[in-house]
């Protein structure tokens, strides 16, 4: 079976703390869908705003 693959961008504009609640709301939310995380990096964008990057995946 072939996988279909997506990535999601998770900002704050202030609190990397704030962005970690984000993303783990988010893990819950799409692994309840049926998705598999295959990866979660952070990172800062475009005027040093923190920003997450989550890779997920699912069967087609």
Do not use: D, N, Q
């Not at 504009?13 to 704030?18: G, N």
């Not at 609640?21 to 705003?49: A, H």
């Amino acid at each position: 079976m072939a996988k279909k693959y997506k990535i999601i961008r998770k900002t704050h504009m202030y609190s990397t703390e704030k962005l970690m609640v984000l993303v783990e709301e988010e893990l819950k939310k799409i692994t309840s869908e049926g998705w598999e995380v295959v990866s979660v990096s952070f990172s800062f964008c475009g005027m040093w705003i923190p920003a997450a990057f989550i890779t997920i995946c699912k069967e087609v």
